[in-house]
C-alpha cells in the first residue's frame, strides 16, 4: 500500500451540492432571459384566465391573482437520479390590480417535514415587512426629499437589511430635523433638546425620538442588529414624528381655512 491519496468520484452529498449550485445558477438568470423572450413571442397569448392564491406586494398574503403568464423549466440529472423543476408565474391580483412575479422552485433533494420535495417561492416585488403609511404618497409631494429617504428605509426593511433600516431611521429623523430649521452640526442630543425647546415636541415625544438615535447610533458604530420587532417601534416613532410635523398639520391647516368662521353675535339692546 502506497500513500498516495485514493481517486474516487464525488460523493453523494457532493454530487447534489453542485446540482444544486447549478440549478440554482440558471433558476436566477436563464429564466428571465427565458421569460421575456417568450413574453416577445407572444406567450402571453390565448391563455385563459386562472387564479392562484399568492402573497399581493399590496394586498398581502392568500390573495387570489389572475395567471396573466407562466413558465415551467423542467431539469434532471438520470445519471444521479435528482431532479428540479421551476414554475414562473406573471401575475395580477384581483384586488388591488397590481402585477407582480412568482416562483416556484422544487428540487428533488430537498424534503420538507412530510417526506416531500419542499416548495421554495420567492416573490418580485418582494413581500412589504412593514405597510407603508397611507399619507405616504402625500409626502413626495410636499418633501420630495424626506419621502425618498422612508422609501429607502421601507426598501431595506422588506429584504431585511435590519442595520440600514435603523440607521435610515436615524438619518429621516436627521433630515427632518433640517427641514424644522434645526442647525445640522448641532449633535443629536442637541437637535432633540432644540426641537423640544422650539415646541416642534412634546416631552414624551423627546424621549421616544432619543430611543429611535439612540438605535440608529447602535446599529451604525456598535454593531447592533435589531429584530423585526425592534424595528417596527422604531419604525412607528419616526413615522408619527414625520406624519404629524410634515402632513398632519399642513392637513390641519387646511382643514381651519375651510370651517366657516361664527357669525359676531349682535350685542343686545337695553
Ligand atoms: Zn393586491
Same mark, same amino acid.
Given at each position: 500500500?502506497?500513500?498516495?491519496?485514493?481517486?474516487?468520484?464525488?460523493?453523494?452529498?457532493?454530487?447534489?451540492r453542485?446540482?444544486?449550485?447549478?440549478?440554482?445558477?440558471?433558476?436566477?438568470?436563464?429564466?428571465?432571459?427565458?421569460?421575456?423572450?417568450?413574453?416577445?413571442?407572444?406567450?402571453?397569448?390565448?391563455?385563459?384566465?386562472?387564479?392562484?392564491?399568492?402573497?399581493?406586494?399590496?394586498?398581502?398574503?392568500?390573495?387570489?391573482?389572475?395567471?396573466?403568464a407562466?413558465?415551467?423549466?423542467?431539469?434532471?440529472?438520470?445519471?444521479?437520479?435528482?431532479?428540479?423543476?421551476?414554475?414562473?408565474?406573471?401575475?395580477?391580483?384581483?384586488?388591488?390590480?397590481?402585477?407582480?412575479?412568482?416562483?416556484?422552485?422544487?428540487?428533488?433533494?430537498?424534503?420538507?417535514?412530510?417526506?416531500?420535495?419542499?416548495?421554495?417561492?420567492?416573490?418580485?416585488?418582494?413581500?412589504?415587512?412593514?405597510?407603508?403609511?397611507?399619507?405616504?404618497?402625500?409626502?413626495?409631494?410636499?418633501?420630495?426629499?424626506?419621502?425618498?429617504?422612508?422609501?429607502?428605509?421601507?426598501?431595506? @426593511? /422588506?429584504?431585511?437589511?435590519?442595520?440600514? #433600516? +435603523?440607521?435610515?431611521? &436615524?438619518?429621516?429623523?436627521?433630515? !427632518?430635523?433640517? =427641514?424644522?430649521?434645526?442647525?445640522?452640526?448641532?449633535?443629536?442630543?442637541?437637535?432633540?433638546?432644540?426641537?423640544?425647546?422650539?415646541?416642534?415636541?412634546?416631552?414624551?415625544?423627546h424621549?421616544? @425620538? /432619543?430611543?429611535?438615535?439612540?438605535?440608529? #447610533? +447602535?446599529?451604525?458604530? &456598535?454593531?447592533?442588529?435589531?429584530? !423585526?420587532?425592534? =424595528?417596527?417601534?422604531?419604525?412607528?416613532?419616526?413615522?408619527?414624528?414625520?406624519?404629524?410635523?410634515?402632513?398632519?398639520?399642513?392637513?390641519?391647516?387646511?382643514l381651519k381655512?375651510?370651517?366657516?368662521?361664527?357669525?359676531?353675535?349682535?350685542?343686545?339692546?337695553?
Amino acid at each position: 500500500m502506497g500513500s498516495s491519496t485514493p481517486t474516487c468520484g464525488p460523493t453523494r452529498a457532493e454530487q447534489v451540492r453542485t446540482v444544486r449550485a447549478k440549478r440554482r445558477q440558471s433558476a436566477l438568470h436563464p429564466t428571465v432571459e427565458a421569460s421575456v423572450s417568450s413574453f416577445y413571442n407572444g406567450w402571453m397569448n390565448d391563455q385563459k384566465t386562472r387564479q392562484i392564491r399568492s402573497h399581493c406586494p399590496n394586498c398581502g398574503p392568500g390573495r387570489y391573482a389572475d395567471v396573466l403568464a407562466s413558465h415551467v423549466v423542467n431539469d434532471q440529472d438520470e445519471e444521479i437520479g435528482i431532479w428540479a423543476k421551476t414554475t414562473s408565474y406573471m401575475l395580477k391580483c384581483g384586488g388591488c390590480k397590481t402585477v407582480f412575479f412568482q416562483e416556484e422552485y422544487l428540487f428533488s433533494e430537498d424534503y420538507g417535514p412530510d417526506g416531500r420535495p419542499e416548495k421554495h417561492i420567492t416573490y418580485y416585488p418582494p413581500p412589504a415587512k412593514r405597510k407603508r403609511p397611507e399619507w405616504l404618497p402625500s409626502l413626495q409631494l410636499s418633501e420630495a426629499a424626506l419621502y425618498s429617504l422612508l422609501n429607502e428605509t421601507y426598501n431595506a @426593511l /422588506d429584504v431585511d437589511a435590519r442595520v440600514l #433600516s +435603523a440607521t435610515g431611521a &436615524r438619518i429621516i429623523f436627521d433630515r !427632518a430635523s433640517e =427641514l424644522l430649521r434645526i442647525d445640522p452640526t448641532l449633535t443629536f442630543k442637541q437637535k432633540l433638546d432644540e426641537l423640544r425647546n422650539k415646541g416642534h415636541i412634546s416631552v414624551s415625544e423627546h424621549a421616544h @425620538l /432619543d430611543i429611535l438615535t439612540e438605535a440608529g #447610533s +447602535a446599529a451604525a458604530h &456598535r454593531g447592533w442588529q435589531p429584530t !423585526a420587532d425592534q =424595528l417596527n417601534t422604531v419604525m412607528s416613532i419616526v413615522e408619527t414624528f414625520i406624519h404629524r410635523k410634515f402632513v398632519l398639520e399642513s392637513e390641519v391647516q387646511r382643514l381651519k381655512a375651510r370651517i366657516p368662521r361664527r357669525k359676531k353675535r349682535r350685542s343686545k339692546r337695553p
